[in-house]
């Protein structure tokens, strides 16, 4: 079974940082490229970042870029998203998904990623 | 970007009603298309990928078309279940990108 647990929200003030986890099981995470997706109350969703299967490739949305780094270490098969100059805009619950690539796409549970109201 | 524009925003049925929801991206993106179903409160929930498959679990009500740059969700009869907004999603490319949502209400 797929299982994708984030972790490492927080409370923050504008301007912090915080980097959130994603540990991974159930499935070959080396096979899979990932992403980052989340949405602020009461709003839709956004997908935030994307990596590649080998993470030689990273993606970011114009919103976060500059401030947010994605990386994944492929032995202890987790996610991570560092975030540096947050706002209050970033508030939001962050999901990890496993991107489909022929597959069913796959998401974790969510955290509250940054809450800097 | 590719840029999904989703149709209704938002819809007031009935139970046993027929719910069409359409999507359009601004380029050809085959099949590399996902909808998903959110519910107050809840995560999303995947229902249908690779434009036509339904998930796992998703009852056979919910029905998934379409290629290229037109893409349908239609539940065939609604159940008081299935009152949620709905998302498509392109993974044609990066960056991933979300229709605006549709919110499925009870009249």
């Known amino acids: 079974e797929v299982q994708l647990l984030e972790s490492g929200g927080g409370l923050v003030q504008p301007g912090g940082s915080l980097t959130l986890s994603c540990e991974a099981s159930g499935f070959i995470f080396s096979s899979f490229a990932m992403s980052w997706v989340r949405q602020a109350p009461g709003k839709g969703l956004e997908w935030v970042s994307g990596?590649?299967?080998?993470?030689?490739?990273?993606y970011y949305a114009d919103s976060v870029k500059g401030r947010f780094t994605i990386a994944r270490d492929n032995s202890r098969t987790t996610l991570s998203l560092q975030m540096s100059s947050l706002r209050v805009e970033d508030t939001a619950v962050y999901y990890c998904?496993?991107?489909?690539?022929?597959?069913?796409?796959?998401w974790g549970q969510g955290t509250l990623g940054s809450d800097s109201s | 970007d590719i840029q999904m524009t989703q149709s209704p925003s938002s819809v007031s049925l009935s139970v046993g009603d027929r719910l069409t929801i359409t999507c359009r991206a601004s380029?050809?993106?085959?099949?590399?298309l996902a909808w998903y179903q959110q519910k107050p409160g809840k995560g999303p929930k995947l229902l249908i990928y690779a434009a036509t498959l339904l998930d796992s679990g998703v009852p056979s009500r919910f029905r998934g078309s379409g290629y290229g740059t037109e893409f349908t969700l239609t539940i065939s009869s609604l159940q008081p279940e299935d009152f949620a907004t709905y998302y498509c999603q392109q993974s044609h490319s990066f960056p991933r990108t979300f229709g605006q949502g549709t919110k499925v209400e009870i009249k």
């Open positions: 990596i590649s299967a080998t993470g030689a490739a990273t």
């Open positions: 998904v496993r991107e489909g690539d022929g597959h069913s796409p796959q």
């Open positions: 380029q050809a993106i085959n099949n590399w």
